[in-house]
């Protein structure tokens, strides 16, 4: 029996990925800058067994059914290949998530399952040729691999697309994110259905790529010169932006709910009293507060007037993917 057990955190993106140019590549249009967060991991344990006659997989402790199994297994078969292995698995995966919110990513799970896989069967992959194959599982995986600030760059096929870690003499351990969880939302369109219809019809979408690119030079300018309130302004407008191309989208649609709005607005007061925090979105209504470290208490005392105590869960900078020894 072949063993790996491995964890991975989610990350925030502060420049967005929206749009692919290969889908089935996972090769994305404009390039990505996230942060790596503590509050929310996956945990991986995958068996390679002989024994076995079909892949199975466990998520928090149950059976999952066969369409969420072929996924992974389809995932899983990029590692078979490449090591030359026909052996079924068996796949045990948890979801460290503070609250029953909502909040359970694919980046960190496809990121862990990326690491325990190349583990098990011993394949010695370097952390980009690892962020490689992440991305073929989730594109935002790829940027799990690694802690605190991180770049997918783009790149223009498979070999070229992966992420890279951003020197930023710690500016990560300054700073903070303050998750306010509104799940007030009607109808889920998932972030790749999403990003495939803004792809394909927003007139907004040519502009979004060259924002993109104008962003991440100058949010990059910003960390290397640890400037707080710079990196609020690019992180917040450039999820505007992104949230922007959905409304020009054929039929257009919205990630927003009014308590995404209401929560927007009472970041924007709070910054006006002299507090600085930035807000950015995805591809759900839960809205991530950026500030500083020593701020959080104030900031979060400010938001408790407003959202219920449940509801803000305080995140900061985590760690790469981390291989964890197995007692069995
Ligand atoms: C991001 N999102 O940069 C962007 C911003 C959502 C909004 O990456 O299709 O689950 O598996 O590559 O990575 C979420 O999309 O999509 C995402 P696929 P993924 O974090």
């Given at each position: 029996m072949l063993k790996g057990k491995a964890r991975a955190h989610t990350n925030i993106a502060l420049i967005k990925y929206w749009g692919k140019e290969d889908e089935?590549?996972?090769?994305?249009?404009?390039?990505s800058l996230s942060l790596t967060l503590d509050a929310f991991y996956t945990e991986t344990e995958i068996y390679f067994d002989e024994a076995l006659t079909a892949d199975i997989f466990y998520l928090d402790g149950q059976l999952q059914d066969e369409k969420a199994t072929q996924k992974v297994s389809r995932f899983i078969d990029l590692f078979r290949q490449q090591a030359n292995c026909s052996l079924f698995a068996k796949i045990q995966s948890t979801n460290h998530v503070p609250t029953a919110a909502g909040l359970a990513s694919s980046a960190s799970g496809l990121a862990a399952l990326a690491a325990a896989c190349n583990q098990a069967l011993q394949l010695n992959l370097s952390k980009q040729d690892l962020s490689r194959f992440a991305r073929k599982g989730s594109g935002s995986a790829c940027r799990s691999i690694y802690g605190g600030f991180v770049e997918w760059q783009k790149g223009t096929d498979d070999q070229s697309s992966y992420a890279i870690s951003v020197d930023s003499q710690h500016f990560e351990d300054d700073l903070a994110m303050i998750f306010i969880v509104l799940n007030d939302q009607q109808k889920e369109i998932s972030s790749r259905e999403g990003m495939k219809?803004?792809?394909?019809?927003?007139?907004?979408?040519?502009?979004?790529?060259?924002?993109?690119?104008?962003?991440?030079?100058?949010?990059?300018?910003?960390?290397?010169?640890?400037?707080?309130?710079?990196?609020?302004?690019?992180?917040?407008?450039?999820?505007?932006?992104?949230?922007?191309?959905?409304?020009?989208?054929?039929?257009?649609f919205t990630y927003w709910s009014d308590q995404s709005l209401k929560?927007?607005?009472?970041i924007r007061k709070i910054r006006?009293?002299?507090?600085?925090?930035?807000?950015?979105?995805?591809?759900?209504?839960?809205?991530?507060?950026?500030?500083?470290?020593?701020?959080?208490s104030q900031i979060k005392e400010r938001l408790a007037e407003h959202f219920a105590?449940?509801?803000?869960?305080?995140a900061y900078a985590g760690k790469g993917i981390e291989l964890i020894e197995m007692d069995v």
């Open positions: 089935q590549l996972i090769i994305p249009n404009n390039s219809r803004t792809v394909e019809t927003s007139s907004f979408y040519p502009t979004w790529l060259t924002e993109a690119q104008k962003d991440l030079v100058a949010i990059k300018e910003a960390i290397h010169q640890k400037d707080f309130i710079r990196l609020g302004e690019i992180t917040e407008a450039n999820g505007l932006k992104m949230h922007a191309t959905t409304l020009a989208a054929v039929p257009p929560a927007m607005q009472v006006k009293d002299g507090r600085p925090c930035y807000f950015t979105m995805d591809a759900g209504p839960n809205v991530k507060v950026l500030c500083q470290k020593e701020q959080v105590p449940e509801q803000l869960i305080v």
